[in-house]
């Protein structure tokens, strides 16, 4: 059965920092890529980063060289390092795993975590 936590998000003042984490089972993590996407209010999912089996990462253009995705193989968990945080950066941040081509479409990735919420204040 698939399965991705999530965890790391909280509040912080802008330009600060927050790591998230995504536990993935196994079967999931040596499978698929995974992604990060976040949600905010009133706004459609959009994807923020994604990283294949390979450690190639893709990022959003919004992102300008703030966040960093990676892998954790003994771990099975995929981080997102995110820096110099913004108050748009708010919103709740999902992990998904699935073919890299699902993941560049927010709608079509097939596994899911929880969701964690970032807030970013000025």
């Known amino acids: 059965q698939a399965q991705l936590v999530e965890s790391g998000g909280g509040l912080v003042q802008a330009g600060g920092s927050l790591r998230l984490s995504c536990v993935v089972s196994?079967?999931?993590?040596?499978?698929?890529?995974v992604g990060w996407y976040r949600q905010a209010p009133g706004n459609q999912r959009e994807m923020v980063a994604t990283?294949?089996?390979?450690?190639?990462?893709r990022y959003a253009d919004f992102v300008e060289g703030r966040f960093t995705i990676s892998r954790d193989r003994e771990k099975n968990t995929v981080h997102l390092e995110m820096s110099s945080l913004k108050p748009e950066d708010t919103a709740v941040y999902y992990c998904?795993?699935?073919?890299?081509?699902?993941?560049?479409?927010?709608?079509?990735?097939?596994?899911w975590g929880q969701g964690t919420q970032v807030t970013v204040s000025s």
């Open positions: 998904a795993a699935d073919t890299p081509f699902r993941l560049l479409q927010p709608t079509r990735p097939r596994y």
């Open positions: 196994e079967n999931i993590f040596s499978t698929y890529s």
């Open positions: 990283i294949t089996n390979e450690d190639y990462a």
